[in-house]
Every structure is written in structure tokens, then in C-alpha cells.
């Protein structure tokens, strides 16, 4: 397995056997985030019942299977678009993904751990609704909003946490997840 998957896989777990079921793979295009980092909007977004601040990442758009949780983020059950204009946040197993800057194919970090503190968290756009903007050097683009420091089981992460993320270092709220 390579470290790309061994990642998501290891995500996935955290997110507890209970959700396996809600996993699925969909077709088509998407917005691959795992190598972006997200500025917050000062807004804030509900995932259930609990309050989360709200971030935005500008991430690439690719097409084919992707994996995703359809009762996760704020999917609706199915793979769907989730409107006109728009893709859902989704993973795939990538060695090179278009990252900002320009917007080039470069090879993703390789996964790597850091521990997130009171300044700089983790923010997950795993599954979440994004809206398709003007493209950079022809690499379509897509706004994706979710939460920081919500792990993918829907629980806060605290200051102090391990997690994993593929964004480079010195990413701001790095899209990512806890370590189990």
C-alpha cells in the first residue's frame, strides 16, 4: 500500500467502524484538497449539532473515482452533485496534485505528522460541498468550506493533537486529520 492510501486509510479509521457504511466511491469531477491549506472566514459552520469555525481552501478539480463519505461533511446520502456550479471535496490516492501558487503538478508532501496548536489546527474538507471558480494556468479550481479542527467522526480537535496532512509545511489550517 502506498503511503498516500496508507494515509486516507489511516483517517478513515479514525472516523470509527460505525461509519464504514457511509463510504463510497464516486465518479465523475472533484476538488482533491489534500495538499492545501485553508484560511478561516470568521463565519462559523454546523456539522450536526456542533459549532465549528469556518475555513475556506482553494483546491484543485480532477476527475474519476474518488472515495467518499455520502453521510459525512455536508453530503446528502449520495454522489450527486451538490449543485449547479459546484463538486464535493473528495479523496483520491494522488502522487502529484496541482498545488498553489502556480498551480503546477508537483508531487504532494509526502504525508507527514505535526501536533496542532492554539494558533495553527487542522481544517477538514473531506466530503463538503465547493463551488468552481476561475481556473489558474488551465487547472480548474474550486472553493471548499468546512470546519477547523473537526476531526471526520465529527468531534473537536484539540490544541495538542497529532494529526496527518499531505499540505506542505508552513501550511496554514493544513487540510488533514487526527492520529487514532
Same mark, same amino acid.
Given at each position: 500500500m ?19 457504511? #457511509? ?7 472533484? =476538488?482533491? $484538497? =489534500?495538499? #492545501?491549506? #485553508? ?17 475556506? =481552501?482553494? $483546491? ?25 456550479? !459546484?463538486?464535493? #471535496?473528495?479523496? !483520491? ?5 496541482? !498545488?498553489?501558487p ?14 496542532t /496548536? ?25 472553493? $471548499? ?5 473537526? /476531526?471526520? /467522526? ?11 496532512? !499531505? ?14
Amino acid at each position: 500500500m502506498n503511503r498516500f492510501l496508507t494515509a486516507f486509510v489511516f483517517i478513515i479509521c479514525s472516523a470509527g467502524a460505525a461509519l464504514a457504511g #457511509s463510504y463510497k466511491i464516486c465518479k465523475g469531477d472533484f =476538488a482533491l $484538497c =489534500a495538499a #492545501s491549506s #485553508s484560511t478561516p472566514t470568521g463565519k462559523q459552520i454546523t456539522i450536526g449539532t456542533t459549532s465549528f469555525p469556518e475555513a475556506m =481552501a482553494v $483546491c484543485p478539480i480532477l476527475h474519476g473515482p474518488a472515495i467518499a463519505d455520502v453521510n459525512g461533511g455536508n453530503m446528502k446520502g449520495d454522489c450527486a452533485p451538490p449543485g449547479k456550479g !459546484q463538486v464535493w #471535496s473528495l479523496y !483520491q490516492v494522488r502522487e502529484k496534485i496541482p !498545488q498553489a501558487p502556480d498551480w503546477k503538478r508537483n508531487t504532494a508532501a509526502p504525508v507527514r505528522t505535526f501536533t496542532t /496548536s492554539a494558533d495553527n489546527g487542522i481544517s477538514n474538507m473531506f466530503s463538503f460541498a465547493c463551488t468552481r471558480v476561475k481556473p489558474v494556468n488551465g487547472v480548474p479550481l474550486a472553493h $471548499c468550506y468546512g470546519p477547523i479542527n473537526e /476531526s471526520p /467522526s465529527g468531534k473537536f480537535v484539540p490544541p495538542g493533537t497529532d494529526v496527518i496532512t !499531505q499540505a506542505p509545511v508552513g501550511a496554514t489550517y493544513p487540510i488533514g486529520g487526527p492520529i487514532p
